[in-house]
């Protein structure tokens, strides 16, 4: 069974102060792994997808790196608006095309 | 920017009941999905449909869900007898193809179901 966990919880950053979000996974051959943003009572924004090891992706202050087991979403000098919970979510192989996701890591960033 | 769209965006239902759950999905795609979130749990898979058929669900996804795409823009949930545990956010999810590049799921702003 397909499984994903996320790092810590909850994450209080003041502005400016750099940090990295953890997404470990255990899938039965990675098709995909996909970084989304959730604002409270909406639906997930997607940011990335990482297909393999050692790809890399960035926007604005977010990158996302992948290895063999777990993929880090790094956020550089963050903004208060970037306040969100960001979800992590795997696709396996094969014809089964559904995510899975982890319970997200809830950011705070303080001005 | 295309997006998904879906209606209501909150429900307000007696167990027991039936509630249709509508979504329009972005226009040139192929796949649409079904994802439920409880309320601080994370985001479930429910079903996925492709070439009007149910292609894969979930063990939530029992006999008393249903989906249909009654027209060539919207796609439907049925939840034939509400229980209390249905309960959640209900978000409907599109993509282009099921090829790298183009399954990303894009997801709908979600129908808050509350059920009494």
């Known amino acids: 069974e397909d499984q994903v966990t996320q790092s810590p919880e909850a994450l209080r950053l003041q502005e400016g102060e750099s940090s990295s979000l953890n997404c470990s996974y255990t899938?039965?051959?990675?098709?995909?792994l996909f970084w989304y943003r959730q604002d409270p009572g909406k639906g997930p924004e997607f940011l990335f997808t990482?297909?393999?090891a050692g790809e890399e992706k960035e926007k604005e202050r977010l990158k996302a790196t992948l290895t063999k087991k777990e993929s880090f979403l790094h956020i550089t000098a963050p903004k208060p608006e970037d306040s969100a919970t960001y979800l992590c979510?795997?696709?396996?192989?094969?014809?089964?095309?559904?995510?899975?996701f982890g319970k997200g890591i809830t950011l705070s960033v303080r001005p | 920017e295309p997006e998904v769209t879906q209606t209501p965006s909150h429900q307000v239902t007696q167990m027991g009941q039936e509630v249709i759950l509508r979504c329009v999905p972005i226009?040139?795609?192929?796949?649409f999905y079904w994802y439920r979130q409880i309320l601080g749990q994370k985001v479930e898979f429910l079903v996925s449909?492709?070439?009007?058929?149910?292609?894969?669900k979930s063990e939530i996804f029992d006999d008393q869900f249903s989906v249909e795409r009654p027209d060539g823009s919207n796609f439907t949930l049925k939840i034939r007898s509400t229980k209390l545990e249905d309960s959640a956010m209900y978000f409907c999810?599109?993509?282009?193809?099921?090829?790298?590049?183009?399954?990303?799921?894009?997801f709908g702003p979600g129908t808050r179901l509350l059920v009494l």
């Open positions: 979510a795997v696709q396996a192989r094969g014809a089964n095309s559904k995510l899975t």
């Open positions: 999810a599109s993509s282009v193809g099921s090829e790298t590049s183009q399954e990303t799921q894009y």
């Open positions: 899938v039965s051959g990675l098709r995909g």
């Open positions: 226009s040139n795609h192929l796949y």
């Open positions: 990482l297909y393999s």
């Open positions: 449909f492709y070439n009007n058929e149910i292609s894969e």
